[in-house]
């Protein structure tokens, strides 16, 4: 038999019937969910399976041996886009940091830093991402600098870094302007520099507020490293091109989108998982 907890006790009561209850009724509502959502792709793809153009469309878009005979080549060329990403990731989070912590700087002597981080900011984030990659991978090779890198990849992954560099660094600067006053103060207070409270207090907290916007960006930078095709580099988007260049089939773009999909649903769960339970701390922590 189970017992309510003594008065004064911090363990919290919960009734088995009612807690059996609540798990029935999610267990109902996910079934009405499922059965819902598959009605709805049935009714959908009655109606798209009846309209006039979808045999040209099928076979055009949705060619079984198409597809079978590029996806293999279209995943070895997504490793570039892989690659891209995982050396663009972090650049992003150096430049975004550096320049969020510019703009914060208070001091007057510091004003040419802040106009800088100010003038980058405006500038990246004003112009769009494939006009930076064409800017960079064809304009900078132009001027045939001595030791300057001409490949097409590194500038095209240079462009990416400054871009998403602009948004992440508002994104850090709004994540440091949530965390109160108060506590640099105290931080302050207790003896320690503007750079350790930065680094112990402000930072950690800006950090963990900022980190559901932040995977949002990384979900987009996955997809954008696609732009860097136009340079030339054969990645998945390059190597689609090619593909139906040569079968005058456009399968092989199905393809490319099919695996930025399964790449970028996980990590869009993911972003979702931790910014609800973001919320969720935040709430237990308003009501203790």
């Known amino acids: 038999m189970t017992r309510a907890p003594a008065p004064g006790s911090d ?3 919960v009734d088995p019937t009612r807690r059996a209850l ?6 109902k509502n996910a079934l009405t969910g499922i059965l819902s959502l598959f009605g709805f792709l ?29 996806f293999p080549g279209l995943l070895e060329a997504f490793l570039l886009n892989v690659r891209i990403f995982l050396i663009a990731e972090p650049l992003i989070l150096i430049v975004g940091l550096a320049v969020a912590l510019a703009r914060t700087l208070k001091s007057p002597l510091f004003l040419p830093i802040r106009v800088v981080a100010t003038f980058y900011v405006d500038i990246f984030r004003g112009v769009p991402t494939i006009l930076v990659i064409f800017l960079l991978g064809f304009g900078v090779p132009a001027l045939r600098l001595v030791g300057v890198p001409n490949d097409a990849v590194f500038w095209g992954t ?7 560099g602009a948004y992440v ?10 965390v109160h006053g108060s506590q640099t103060m105290a931080a302050r207070s207790l003896g320690l520099n503007m750079w350790q409270t930065n680094r112990h207090v402000v930072l950690p907290q800006a950090v963990r507020n900022v980190i559901p916007p932040l995977l949002n ?18 990645e998945v988007l390059r ?17 490319a989108a099919l695996i930025f999909i399964l790449l970028t649903i996980p990590m869009t769960r993911f972003a979702d998982w931790i910014q609800s ?10 009501t203790s």
Not at 159 to 164: G, M, R, T
Not at 169 to 178: C, K, N, P
């Open 217 to 234: 960006d990384f979900i987009s930078l996955q997809k954008d490293t696609a732009l860097i095709a136009v340079l030339g580099p054969v």
């Open 22 to 27: 609540s798990r029935k009724r999610a267990q």
């Open 239 to 255: 190597q689609a091109q090619i593909d139906t260049s040569s079968s005058f089939n456009y399968t092989p773009y199905v393809g």
């Open 42 to 70: 049935v009714v959908v793809g009655f109606f798209v399976s009846r309209t006039p153009g979808w045999a040209v469309v099928q076979e055009t878009f949705f060619n079984g041996e198409e597809f079978v005979k590029t």
């Open 158 to 164: 240079t462009a990416l870094v400054l871009s998403y």
């Open 277 to 286: 339970r973001t919320m969720k701390q935040r709430r237990l922590a308003g």
């Open 11 to 13: 363990i919290a009561y």
């Open 169 to 178: 660094a508002e994104v850090f600067r709004a994540g440091i302007g949530s």
